[in-house]
């Protein structure tokens, strides 16, 4: 039993040696770690602030910031070109690429859009009327954009389909009994328009001013009266419903061949503002052809009778 005993009793030194070691050890190795720690944090804190990592929040789909271009808006509306910095998809705080497809482009000045069309609201008051000065073509945005003017007062609209210089438009907020007959530039509340309208510039909540339907071609449809609120078809087919004193623009946007049209050349997208893709995406030109798939089968409806189920019971004292 002696040489047993001793046996253990130096297993057991051995092993308390190996943890008190690795103790030891261990403490050691976190000291040193916390120290380089310390030495990494105190020279971090010393480097200049540039060099520094910088996150730059990517632009959120829908939220209108595309990080194309800055528009110097003044104090007062005004009909004067305003002017434009082209950021070309760079941050304009850290001057970082944010947005990688955009970039060049032929500078443009901005014509400030008038979104708000004012006019009388008592149904005894006949509609404001204004004239079409000038229809020309903004580099700032898709549709043609036009010159109206009423009285001393000048503002820029966007322009309709058929709409030319010297053509009158009438702008009234009342709702009478009766849907108006409008014309096509024409701006009345959404309940006041017939069913069937087309409409753009159509305001989210009433006197917000024209927000949705800007771009070239596109037209949304009133579709039905629901209450007091009106059911707008729009150009993605989605239907919104809006509160009936919401105003809108009669007509389709001009400029309806804009998607048409080719770019031509890679210097016109370049002109444009628009960067050349890496080449890692390529469009299905159907050069290796198609997975072919038989149709499917003919499915007979009312044909074959039904089968009726066999019935399975289960002998148990609950079936009594």
């Not at 010393?46 to 789909?61: A, F, G, I, S, T």
Request: proline share 8%; with cysteine.
């Amino acid at each position: 039993m002696a040489p047993l005993l001793k046996l253990n009793n130096s297993i057991c030194f051995k092993m308390s040696a190996a943890a008190l070691t690795r103790r030891v050890f261990g403490q050691q190795v976190v000291t040193s770690i916390n120290k380089f720690a310390g030495l990494t944090v105190s020279v971090l804190s010393q480097v200049p602030k540039r060099y520094k990592w910088k996150l730059v929040k990517l632009p959120e789909p829908g939220k209108g910031i595309a990080f194309r271009r800055i528009v110097h808006f003044k104090d007062e509306y005004t009909v004067e070109p305003l002017r434009v910095t082209n950021l070309a998809g760079r941050d304009p705080v850290t001057g970082r690429v944010v947005a990688k497809g955009i970039g060049g482009g032929i500078k443009h000045k901005y014509h400030w859009i008038k979104w708000i069309r004012d006019g009388p609201e008592d149904l005894d008051e006949p509609p404001k009327e204004e004239k079409v000065l000038q229809v020309f073509k903004d580099g700032c945005r898709t549709s043609f954009v036009a010159l109206v003017g009423s009285d001393r007062e000048l503002k820029y609209i966007l322009a309709t389909e058929n709409m030319k210089p010297g053509d009158i438009i009438r702008t009234h907020r009342g709702i009478p009994r009766n849907p108006v007959r409008p014309s096509e530039g024409d701006a009345y509340p959404l309940g006041a328009l017939p069913m069937g309208t087309r409409v753009h510039c159509v305001e989210k909540y009433p006197g917000l001013g024209g927000f949705l339907i800007h771009a070239a071609g596109t037209v949304g449809i009133l579709l039905k009266r629901e209450e007091n609120r009106v059911v707008v078809q729009m150009p993605s087919k989605k239907l919104f419903s809006f509160y009936e004193t919401c105003m809108a623009t009669v007509g389709r946007l001009s400029n309806i061949q804009h998607d048409s049209i080719p770019i031509g050349s890679p210097q016109k997208n370049r002109e444009l503002g628009n960067r050349p893709r890496s080449g890692l995406w390529h469009r299905k030109t159907g050069r290796f052809g198609r997975k072919i798939k038989p149709p499917p089968r003919v499915q007979s409806v009312g044909d074959k009778k039904s089968v009726p189920y066999h019935m399975l019971v289960l002998n148990s004292p609950h079936n009594a």
